[in-house]
């Protein structure tokens, strides 16, 4: 695969709606510190991307379906807390920790670890691999963050889209795992 090839799909990938830009651009309609959400954007993703390129060689197969379980609950919480009206404040200590643990759960983190990033890279090439996604999600979710600045809305309807997107992301994830069962 080509490096342009590559950027493109790592752009494409993170670029996509799902449930950290969500919080990204709820964040930036409501005119919250857009600094402090893509600060713990890119230290989720960095920590989510350090973890899963160093222990990939390690992975059973079932470890992967059980951080989806993980991630379904953590998102359904955090969907039904934005819907009940209970709106992430950046400036609040635990809101912090709350974008920041959506993005370490983001399954984008292991799709591009463990499904793009070449299984043959060596150590320092997956140091490479690691900088690319921190720079790619940097510039992606500085997107969601402007595009949430160009919407005018209130806070109010910015947090229960937000909450219904959170919600319909863990019922994506949810749905594979349902139908591998009933097989």
């Known amino acids: 695969m080509s490096n342009s090839l590559f950027l493109l799909e790592a752009f494409l990938l993170f670029v996509a ?8 651009m709820a964040g930036a309609v409501k ?11 890119a230290c989720g993703y960095g920590m989510a991307a350090g973890f899963w390129l160093l222990s990939r ?8 379906e059980m951080l989806k379980f993980v991630a379904v609950g ?13 709106s992430i404040d950046v400036s609040q200590r635990r809101d912090g920790l709350s ?16 499904a793009m990033v070449p ?20 510039l992606t979710g500085s997107l969601w963050v402007l595009l949430g600045k160009r919407l005018r809305g209130s806070r109010r309807i910015a947090d229960k ?5 959170l919600f319909g992301f863990a019922l994506l994830l949810l749905r594979p795992l349902l139908i591998a069962a009933a097989v």
């Open 57 to 64: 060689p390690l992975m059973p197969p079932d470890a992967i």
């Open 31 to 41: 005119r919250e510190q857009a600094t402090k959400l893509l600060a713990a954007q």
């Open 99 to 114: 974008v920041l643990a959506t993005t370490v759960l983001n399954p984008k983190a292991f799709v591009y670890c463990l």
């Open 161 to 165: 889209v937000a909450g219904a997107a």
């Open 119 to 138: 299984m043959d890279a060596g150590p320092g090439n997956l140091g490479i691999f690691w900088m690319l996604l921190v720079g790619t999600t940097a």
């Open 74 to 86: 953590w998102l359904s919480i955090l969907g039904l807390r934005l819907i009940a009206s209970n």
């Open 17 to 24: 709606p799902g449930p950290t830009n969500a919080l990204l």
